[in-house]
């Protein structure tokens, strides 16, 4: 793939305030931001969880998608159980919760980042994916490589481009997230395998449902969407499902008892410059 030419500086959205009375919420709200890039970030649908969440402040909040944690880092819950097929991305959250600073060189500079890529992939290749120089890596490759993506290639290898910043801010001290994730734990499972209890609160944004093909990008087939509605509708407590409003979710989530709140989702402005806003849906139950 020839990467096309997008964005020249990546900008971290405003974080919210977050009042100190919250019900439940981590004692030292102090705002933190999604530490990675991650494609399809729910930030913009805070507005419109907040309300649903207040009232549950004391359940745990369970993603068994959290991604780049954006919705877990806008409502901050005390307790949360955050999944995601992700390992690499899981095995980063595990040293923020353990207080990581990172001692890498790290440059927007292209040689360094091929650099940096081999190492990451010998430690892959050496069973070492969860050290603590694996995941600084994985920080910086994330941080520098083209669009934030994350891609492997067949033989386990991650072979992202160099991205086309014009300016990158990196960070080396994650100690202001070891609080916040003190009590949220992280997994990277089955979503059928995560230990439920019955009063969590679910928050569930599955990689897009793509119309007309069996297959998202993700690999996450129709089959799987099917899965995660059936197994999110056996859940006792309060469930929110986020995805795109395509007629076959919809039916499907409308089959399943949920209540559909729709709302126009903020596009990035893609290759072809399309600015139109995506329709999506929440699917609602248990409240
Ligand atoms: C739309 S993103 C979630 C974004 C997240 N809500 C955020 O705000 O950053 C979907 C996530 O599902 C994960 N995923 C894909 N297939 C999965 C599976 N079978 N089980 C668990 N997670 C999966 C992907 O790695 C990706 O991070």
Known sequence: MKPSV????????????????????????????????????????????????????????VEPFCGGLAVALGLRPARALLND????????????????????PMRNDERLYYAHRARFNEQLAAGRAKDRETVALFY????????GLCRFNRKGAFNVPFGR???????????????????????????EKIPLERGDFIYADPPYDVEFTDYSK???????????????????????????????????????GFTLQYHAAPRRISCTGDRSPAREVLAIKGF
């Open 6 to 61: 997008i964005s020249s500086q990546y900008k971290d959205p405003v974080s919210p305030v977050i009042p100190r009375s919250r019900r439940g919420a981590s004692p030292d709200t102090v705002p933190l931001l999604p530490p990675l890039k991650w494609a399809g970030g729910k930030r913009w649908q805070i507005p419109h969880l907040r309300p649903l969440w207040e009232p549950h402040t004391r359940r745990r909040l």
């Open 140 to 147: 910086y490759l994330n941080r520098t490589g083209y669009n």
């Open 85 to 104: 097929i992700n390992p690499h991305v899981i095995a980063f959250y595990g040293w923020l919760k353990r207080g990581l600073r990172i001692d890498l």
């Open 218 to 256: 993700e690999g996450f087939t129709w089959e799987d969407q099917v899965r995660a509605a059936e197994w999110l509708a056996r859940h006792r407590g309060p469930v929110v499902l986020s995805n795109q409003a395509t007629d076959r979710i919809v039916s499907l989530y409308e089959t399943l």
């Open 165 to 191: 910043y014009t300016t990158i801010t990196y960070r080396r001290d994650f100690s202001s997230y070891r609080d916040a994730f003190a009590r949220w734990e992280f997994t990277s499972r089955d979503l």
